[in-house]
């Protein structure tokens, strides 16, 4: 019996399928994305932020993102403006527009994001603003193999 997936369950991805990255600060999961899934027009994951932690000062130049928090507190400063954001807020943040996030909150923040569109190619699509808090760990995986797997969950 082969362990496969096909149909429409192929397209389903398991947080704990995928590699969590830490370079940026917090936690990142890429889980829907040309690399896991083929897809071509963007990408999706999750964000988990410790109290007092963040996620460094970034830029998309081709793409803008989309996020919706699940749970805790986040402040974004976008364009140099902080906005809080509550469990059950949504925010849009436009192409090349500077964005960095900050849990100031006493409980574990866990949010959703999308990115897209996609970039002309995975290193064009990031730009770091100031220092990451992890720099030897490396960028969350987006990649355009989606035959590649995971090196391994973290």
Do not use: C, W
């Amino acid at each position: 019996m082969s362990n496969q997936v096909t149909g429409a369950a192929r397209y389903r991805i398991d947080r704990t399928e995928v590699r969590a990255t830490i370079r940026q600060g917090g936690e990142i999961r890429i889980l829907l994305s040309p690399r896991t899934v083929g897809s071509t027009s963007g990408f999706n994951g999750t964000l988990t932020l410790l109290p007092g932690e963040f996620v460094a000062a970034q830029r998309h130049p081709y793409s803008d993102k989309f996020i919706y928090l699940i749970s805790g507190e986040l402040e974004l400063t976008v364009d140099g403006e902080p906005v809080p954001l509550l469990p059950g807020q949504a925010l849009f943040v436009p192409r090349d527009t500077a964005h960095r996030f900050v849990n100031h909150g006493p409980e574990v923040a866990q949010a959703v994001f999308s990115v897209a569109p996609l970039a002309p190619s995975p290193e064009l699509g990031h730009v770091d603003l100031e220092p990451v808090p992890h720099p030897a760990e490396p960028l969350p995986h987006v990649g355009d193999n989606a035959a590649t797997p995971d090196a391994g969950v973290r």
